[in-house]
């Protein structure tokens, strides 16, 4: 009490800061007493008074400060008015019966504002005297705002009043409707299609698209029962909630008489200006469409951005390609325009099974296109062509690979008869892109090569590695790794004293991919741990710690003298990685070196190899003045010490 008589007599001080003081204070003590003078502070000028108060009253609550603001509804001042307002939707649910008893005041504008802040009470207490409202009250405005609340209000008890409502003024109906909208109950759909005998057009509307979000599937059969003697904008509105609460597949239950109706009026709401309701029609003709619905929805997709709208483009081309093929559909691929051909690839790419080959109709269809179209649509036919090809495809990409000079096309047709289908008869067509002007032809080409593998190929790869070109000995080397370390490894060991270092390193990393197999690699890439060349040193070091063992130690250890930092570095990692002890005598050795990363990756190492030199060191590094270093040092010692947990 105390705390209180203080605040109230801050509240009263003619210092407009002290004043704030005192009210932010009340409401942090919870000081109910304070409550009469926070509300009448709400009524000054002084902005941050009116937030002090504002926020303490919200903090209070109860039914002192209901019964406090609620007077100020009546205030001549629209910000006083508001903030009110914004106060009680908050608390006003704490005093439920100070709220009721306004429902029926003489002021209009009062039921309007307590209507208001039963919606926001979340009280099932608020349904019945909203009801009474909604239905009784003369002004319009007020019964508006009662089914506004009871919508917030989202609960069943209220459909029935709310059902009844829908016989009253336009203005009235649309809140009605929105509110049965979000409550849901099952009883309104009657009481919403009753209400459709008498709607204007806009309310009509709006019923038809409560009913589709409803998606209570007993509105279908008033629904379209109402087709024929809508108007064009409200039949195709009703086709949209007709497809929004069956979907498309269900259409098919529907009478053959019905559903070709239907099919009629999905044609026509395709022509709709409203996307979601050309939307609904693709859904719908996806499934009861044909030849005239695969025209007009290509009209659609071919009018839009392939990046803006990627998403309504997937959807409609996921529609195409459930209708299939049609004559509509071989037009857009051979047509003028890019983009509809674009289009009409993928949903033949939709409709293709995964296998494809000369015999299936899809696949046939893309691949006699092919010669007819442009480049693009080339590339992009060959792509799809090319991942669901088979040996039945066979033909017509060997012609490709033949006649073709387009990189992208020519990748495609080396992927499919190298990598998937590994026909030893196009070897030697394939071997000629190797010294394609693309690198990524000349990748293609080469994992191809490997891919076909067999004699001829390995002799091939045997002769390109005595060319003078340096690319040539590279893809050689690379090939003949792949191809077996051991039946190649007299090259492979000639490529290590190649004059180019890039050779060198693919050779040496050939030899280390059969480490787990056989331990005929160290010797060999021991002989580069001096190379002259910075990357095969690093390429051998990086060897040593993927394929570690014991004797890899020293060489590891001796690799922290290099000259060049990287070596060093990759060389602490291993050491650290893999444990080894004996190497922290040398470690601890160069926390002195220049290079703060080095250090740095030292201390990390360190805190893994553990042991009570390494925690000896890194305590008289987490001692210093550096805080890098010093924070590098703890996590380090963290470390250790989970480890003897």
Known sequence: MAGCNEYLSLLKSDDKEIVREGAFRAGEDNCVEAVGLLAELLLTNHLGVQEAADSSLR???????????LPLLRSDEAPVR?????????????????LVALIHDGDPDIRIFVADILGSTGSSLAVEPLCDALLKDPEVNVRYQAAVSLGELGMAEAAPCLNKAMEDEEWVQYSVI???????????????????????????????????ELGDIKAVTMLLKRMDESPTALRNKIVKAVVRILGGKSLNLLSVSERERFREYLLVALRDEDVEIQDAAIQGLAHVGGEVASEGILRIAAALDQDRDQERLGT????????????ALKHALLGESENLAHVAVQVLAMISPESCGFEDSVCRLLMEAFWRVSLPIQRQIIG???????EHAKDFFIRVLDEH????????????????????????????????????????ALEACIAINGDRVRERFAAMFESREPIHRLMAVYALGKLGVSANLDILRRALDDAVPDIRKVALEALASECDVH???????????????????????EILGKCFSENSVPYLIDALEDEDDWVRIRAIDALGQHGSIQSVPRLIGMLDHPNRFVVMKIIEALGSLG??????????????DDYEMVNAAEEAIARMQEAQE
């Open 316 to 327: 409609i081309i996921g529609c195409l390609a459930v209708i299939g093929i049609t004559d």
């Open 59 to 69: 903090k209070i609550g109860g039914r002192e400060t209901v019964r406090a603001v």
């Open 611 to 624: 042991g009570p030199t390494a925690f000896r060191a890194l305590l008289d590094i987490a001692n210093g």
């Open 178 to 212: 929105e509110a049965l909208t979000k409550i849901g109950h099952a009883s309104s759909v009657g009481a919403l299609v009753k209400a459709l005998d008498h709607a204007s057009d806009l309310v009509a509307s709006m019923i038809i698209d409560s009913l589709g």
């Open 519 to 541: 331990d005929d690699w160290q010797p060999l890439v021991l002989s580069r741990l001096e190379d002259e060349s910075r990357d095969v040193r690093l390429t051998v070091i």
């Open 405 to 444: 000079n387009d990189g992208t096309v020519l990748k495609s047709a080396v992927f499919l008869l190298g990598e998937k289908l590994r026909l030893a008869e196009v070897a030697d067509r394939i071997f000629v892109l190797l010294d394609h002007q693309y690198d990524d032809v000349k990748e293609a």
């Open 384 to 390: 799809v062509a090319a991942e669901r090809g088979n």
């Open 82 to 98: 508001n903030l009110s307002m914004d106060i009680l939707r908050e608390v006003g649910g704490q005093d439920m019966p100070s």
